[in-house]
């Protein structure tokens, strides 16, 4: 058995801001909320899961997304779903996996007071930034906190970034970490996420599997992608960006 773990935006589909303009062969793969296409595979993205589909691959998506936000993901998947950052699991029937969900319970609830430290402290300064704050739950309980500016202004993001992790530094909490992209700006759980839950799957529902592929496109995939055989990387991405502007020395 060969099984894919992946991550989805800007991995398997993007909007069509991030595409060249006049692209041809495209395909729908999800839906805004206004019900309209809004965001779409290339031809090569579209041969790739064509190929998976063929060929027998388990593939399973390793997402931000919430439930909400994945019921509006077209793609047929029918396997078990990474939702939320890791911290929801799927069944292949739909079903909330209660094992992981009982664990993830049990580790955010040390992380309650230190989320809301984070969030507070913070939330002046994105709003003079023009940051919008949201706080993301799972399982109704707060896991994450993402700070967005609505023109992705990076310094702005820049600065919130560096308050979230001098606040973390400042208070000590181990336990929490940042990521950012080119949009937004989080705080979440450092010990508990997509590889985690990846590595959960792997030895409940998978310890026989022949070959694990991993693909993602930022450095917040990382850790999942080294939770499997095999990484694949799409061009362009914040990975491969980074990567290429490491002046690293050649031996």
């Known amino acids: ?14 909007t069509l801001r991030k595409l060249p303009p006049g692209m041809e062969g495209l395909t729908p793969a999800t839906l805004g909320r206004d019900g309209q296409p809004h965001s779409f595979c290339t031809p090569a993205q579209s041969a790739l899961l064509a190929h998976f589909v063929d ?14 936000a994945m019921a509006r993901v077209t793609l047929p998947f029918t396997s078990w779903q990474v939702l939320d950052h890791g911290l ?5 029937d739909g079903q909330v996996d209660a094992e992981w969900r009982g664990r ?5 609830s040390p992380l309650q007071e ?13 709003e003079a930034l023009g940051c919008r704050l ?15 500016h609505p023109d992705a202004n990076a310094a702005s993001l820049g600065r919130v970034q560096n308050a979230l ?5 400042s208070r000590e909490h181990a336990d929490l970490h940042v990521i950012a992209n080119a949009n937004n700006v989080s705080v979440l759980p450092r010990h508990l996420g997509k590889a985690e839950a990846v590595r959960y799957l792997r030895g409940q529902h998978f310890p026989h599997a022949t070959l694990t592929l991993a693909l993602g496109d930022s450095l917040s995939d990382l850790a999942f992608m080294n939770a499997c055989d095999l990484a694949i990387t799409p061009p ?7 990567v290429s502007a490491a002046k690293l020395p050649q031996r």
């Open 104 to 108: 993830v319970l049990e580790a955010l």
């Open 55 to 68: 060929s027998g691959v388990t593939v399973i998506p390793v997402t931000g997304r919430d439930p909400a």
């Open 88 to 92: 929801t699991i799927l069944r292949p």
């Open 1 to 14: 058995m060969i099984v894919a773990f992946t991550d989805l935006d800007d991995t398997l589909f993007q």
């Open 114 to 126: 230190a989320l809301e430290d984070c969030t507070v402290s913070i939330s002046e300064l994105a």
């Open 165 to 169: 992790e001098d606040r973390l530094k």
């Open 134 to 148: 949201t706080r993301h739950t799972a399982h109704d309980t707060h896991f994450m906190t993402v700070f967005k």
């Open 236 to 242: 362009g991405g914040q990975l491969l960006r980074t």
